[in-house]
């Protein structure tokens, strides 16, 4: 989370004025109805901004558009980038501000590119802040060059050229995130190299040139034939085009001599993930044109989380950089490999789990009379979202569908209506933006329309709460419903897919540093800046679990590879768990926020030392065991915060105890019963309950044991091993893990076994024949037979399914159907859509079937005086591979809200029967209900031979 952007200095020097800043007002919309409505399968967005809204903008408030070319326009334009200055005039500043590429930095003026090289850090007198202030040694340009403005003429996935008309010049400029070079093409004018201090020149040659300024040593490089002539201000050359490189030493002048005419033209990077061993490989490369000659290729510095992790071999020269030391690679591609430990959509119940306890706690939670808190813009909209969604979860795992779903329909309700553009919506609604290619939710907050701040964080919440939902409903996230719309959300912040010209590849992921930026025009002294690296792990947890819910391999993949490359680069530039980045001077534990230059122990709106270990510990999801990598490192933190709060937490404390649990979960559970607190706004007391006693009875994560579903994990206590894995698919699967266990998951469910067992049956998909029934009686792999007392509750699914009678009753004339008996499902009232045919399940009998998206029958049913509370169906299907839907339970009418539902997809052929049971709110008495057939895609994708309900 960020607040309003200040100065650094502000920051440091004056928390209060921050903290007052940090209140900001919200960024109405006006109606939808001035721009067309964009439909995405239920959900919807208007197709620009209404008038009246605030989308980017100056620091005065008035519109700004891309600085780019002519070539460029109309291009889906990076926000939120290491050099996003260029191309947005936030300040009134026509070129850009300071730009961290690392090694070299920047700085853009009207007669073209300052080139720095940083490497003493500076450390503010509080000991709070330490930075590598750029500072330009040299001045790359066109002699007589004096452009109005600086435009962005090109990028790639970690690089960038800005260019520069003016005065009958041209000046055109590559950098690159890892590139010690600058590469130019120049025209009107000498190709010119200013010297900003004294320089010392070492290596006079003809077209190359070795100087020494500040102390850094650098190289300038003309073509062949075209001479520089030096002096003690700079060096001119009548050249075309020209590079400068920053030597790592002196000696390396005939390696860089080499690459220094092989120029960037474009910069790519790629992913994959091999389920199988859990790793995921990224690939990043760099395409290079030779400007003279053959020689093609490049060379590289490597970021700490980059070189720690490749198997490429590298030179022995080195960098300095605000993330520690850079190692150079002698070629234009690298790799890195690195395991994936696995998300949960949560933790399993422990199996002393206090249920009587968390029930009180989701009615605390239900009984609220805002489940919102009166918030309506996106960012605490969204953690809200999550801290309800949360506790589906945990109501699902107690047994307590009621509470279920009414949670499930809080979010579903309030999901929807913010994935959805009403022709006279003035709030919940997003807009899309094509000057500046996103999507804007109205009401903004924290400058996510002004200045596109933080849209990663923001989207993570409701993407991730669309995830929860879609474990009890995944016909609701298909693409058909409001799955389409998710990941709209998702690409705005987060665009994975190349294709998708809407929006930017990887908006506010930067592949080559490894982490997320927050803000959208980096317009900065200190470059572009990063808080809440937690918040942007919740992103790729909820991409990785959206996807692997709705089988969107390529978005999972895409989370996968977010997920652990952030993970390390949180391990090293917030954490510094190696000890090997924060400067000597600077004497904490962690930085709150990481900036192009350096970090800082504050946060954007406190400096408190709660808010500032803490803003990058929430929120706690099923996807925060990532920092199991360094325990140690957990506990430093908890006990700096201590000792700089001057005592225990007193703010976030079920923040900080559920982080602390990681690494400590006796301490934690023991701090967790010592008295009653507030939680923070995103947090529940369930949830809080709920992750420290699994924590605590379970272990700590074991990042030993990896598995072959990206949706796993392994905690260890005592030497003892648990293991929990979820499988959204719609039959059974046995997850094999690396030490050799094996687990059964049910179909659409999460299961655990270990220091107890257990089953969380998220969706009430059928298991097919053979396969382990939802509720384990013994592990398939020969390990211990699962506690006698399963974790989640006694009825982790709707069981015992009731035993309808063997006789069909159907209503009589004029009367009710016994909901507790066989209800033949031809024996309707009345239908739409449906056809009757002769079944060849056990019994015989007709069924009705062609059943697609929108078809429903109704029936006359007495339910008596005890609430029912089961639903049982008899269905099969032979729909096609990614056809499925819900079977639902109106009463009243085939438009009200569903009491109860189960998904199907292919059981194994339209006469493979499966008996599937489903929970439902409480009905008593004579009704009307109404079987309905929800589907996103148009298939036929059910038949159905009877039904029955139960207590």
């Excluded at 020689?295 to 970021?303: D, N, P, R, V």
């Excluded at 309506?376 to 809200?384: A, E, I, R, S, V």
């Excluded at 649990?661 to 967790?672: T, V």
């Amino acid at each position: 989370m960020r607040a309003l952007p200040g100065s650094l200095g502000k920051v440091l020097a004056a928390a209060a004025l921050v903290a007052a800043a940090a209140v900001i007002p919200l960024a109405i919309g006006a109606p939808a109805s001035s721009a067309s409505i964009v439909t995405v399968g239920s959900g919807s967005y208007v197709s620009s901004r209404p008038a009246g809204t605030q989308g980017p903008s100056n620091s005065s408030g008035a519109p700004v558009t891309p600085k780019v070319t002519a070539a460029m326009k109309g291009k889906p334009v990076p926000t939120n980038e290491w050099w996003s200055s260029f191309v947005w005039n936030r300040l009134g500043n026509a070129y850009s501000e300071n730009t961290y590429a690392h090694p070299l930095t920047f700085n853009a003026d009207a007669g073209g590119l300052g080139v720095g090289y940083p490497t003493t850090p500076s450390v503010t007198a509080d000991q709070r802040t330490y930075e590598y202030m750029h500072k330009a040694d040299l001045h790359v340009g066109v002699d007589g060059l004096n452009a109005p403005e600086t435009l962005v003429d090109g990028w790639g996935d970690f690089d960038v050229s800005p260019s520069w008309t003016g005065n009958g010049r041209t000046l055109r400029t590559t950098i690159a995130h890892g590139s010690p070079y600058v590469y130019a093409e120049a025209s009107g004018g000498a190709a010119s190299v200013g010297f900003t201090a004294t320089a010392t020149v070492w290596q006079q040659g003809t077209n190359v040139v070795g100087v020494t300024v500040n102390g850094h040593d650098y190289a300038l490089f003309a073509p062949t034939g075209k001479n520089w002539t030096v002096t003690a201000t700079g060096a001119t050359a009548d050249a075309p085009y020209f590079s400068v490189a920053v030597l790592p030493a002196r000696d390396a002048l005939p390696l860089f001599t080499k690459y220094a005419y092989s120029f960037i033209t474009d910069t790519t990077v790629s992913w994959s993930y091999n389920t199988a061993n859990a790793r995921s490989t990224a690939v990043y490369s760099a395409a290079t044109t030779a400007k003279e000659g053959t020689q093609t290729g490049t060379l590289l510095a490597l970021y700490r989380h980059q070189w720690l992790n490749t198997p490429d071999a590298l030179t022995s020269y080195t960098y300095v950089s605000p993330e520690g030391q850079m190692k150079v690679l002698d070629g234009a591609s690298f790799s890195t490999q690195l395991t994936f430990n696995g998300v949960l959509p949560a933790l399993p119940l422990a199996g002393d789990a206090d249920k009587a306890r968390l029930r009180a706690d989701i009615d605390a939670s239900l009984a609220a009379p805002d489940p919102f808190n009166g918030r309506n813009d996106t960012y605490w909209t969204g953690k809200h979202l999550v801290r309800l969604a949360n506790q589906i979860r945990i109501a699902n795992q107690i047994g307590y569908s009621d509470g279920r779903d009414r949670l499930l329909r809080i979010v579903e309700d309030r999901l929807a209506d913010w994935l959805t553009a009403g022709p006279n919506d003035t709030e919940r609604y997003y807009a899309y933006d094509s000057t500046w290619s996103t999507l804007i939710g109205y009401p903004a907050s924290f400058g996510s329309d002004t200045e596109l701040n933080d849209h990663h964080f923001h989207d993570s919440y409701f993407v991730l709460a669309s995830a929860l939902v879609a474990m009890n409903d995944p016909a609701w996230a298909s693409d058909a419903r409001y799955g389409g719309m998710v990941k709209t959300l998702l690409k705005d912040a987060q665009n994975y897919d190349r294709s998708d010209t809407r929006f930017p590849f990887l908006r506010n992921f930067d592949p080559y540093a490894g982490h997320s930026w927050a803000s959208g025009h980096a317009a900065f002294a200190a470059g572009n800046n990063e808080e809440s690296t937690s918040e942007g792990m919740a992103f790729s947890t909820a991409a990785i679990l959206f996807g692997q819910i709705t089988g969107d391999t390529a978005m999972r993949n895409a989370g996968i590879h977010m997920y652990t490359t952030e993970q390390q680069a949180i391990a090293q530039y917030w954490f510094d768990v190696d000890h090997a980045v924060f400067p000597a001077g600077y004497p904490h534990r962690t930085a709150a926020i990481h900036w192009g230059n350096g970090g800082v122990y504050a946060t954007w709106w406190t400096a408190n030392p709660e808010e500032v270990h803490g803003i990058n510990m929430l929120p706690v999801t099923g996807g925060s065991l990532y920092h199991g990598k360094w325990k140690a490192d957990i506990l430093d933190n908890v006990a700096e915060m201590r000792q700089a709060n001057g005592g225990p937490e007193q703010e976030w404390k079920d923040i900080i105890w559920e982080f602390l649990a990681i690494a400590d979960p006796a301490q934690s559970m023991q701090l967790l019963g010592s008295g009653d607190y507030t939680p923070e706004e995103g947090e529940s007391k369930a949830h809080t309950y709920h992750w420290i006693s699994s924590l605590n009875h379970f272990g700590t994560p074991d990042e030993g044991v990896t598995a072959n579903t990206p949706t796993y994990s392994v905690f260890t206590k005592n030497g003892v091993r648990s293991y929990a894995a979820y499988n959204p698919k719609p039959t059974a699967a046995t997850v094999k893990f690396s030490d050799g266990t094996t687990l059964a998951v049910p179909a659409g469910s999460m299961a655990w076994k270990g220091a107890s067992s257990g089953v969380d049956a998220g969706t009430g998909f059928a298991p097919q024949t053979g396969e382990p029934s939802p509720e384990p009686s013994a592990d398939p792999s020969g390990g211990p037979s699962p506690d006698p007392s399963p974790g989640p509750s006694a009825d982790p699914s709707p069981s015992p399914v009731p035993s309808p009678s063997e006789s069909p009753s159907p209503p009589p004339p004029g009367g009710s159907a016994d909901a507790y008996s066989r209800i033949e499902a031809e024996s309707f009232t009345s239908q739409g859509g449906l056809m009757t045919d002769t079944a060849t399940d056990e019994g015989g009998g007709q069924y009705i079937g062609t059943i697609a998206n929108g078809d429903w029958a109704e029936y006359r049913i007495d339910f008596g005086t005890t609430p029912a509370r089961q639903f049982v169906a008899r269905a099969a299907s032979g729909a096609p591979d990614g056809a499925s839907g819900l079977v639902e339970v109106r009463i009243g009418s085939r438009d009200s809200a569903p009491i109860g539902s189960f998904a199907i997809a292919n059981t194994g052929g339209w006469q493979s029967w499966r008996t599937i049971p489903a929970n439902i709110a409480g009905i008593t008495g004579p009704q009307d209900v109404f079987l309905t057939f929800t589907s996103g895609q148009p298939e036929n994708y059910v038949n159905v031979n009877w039904f029955t309900f139960g207590h």
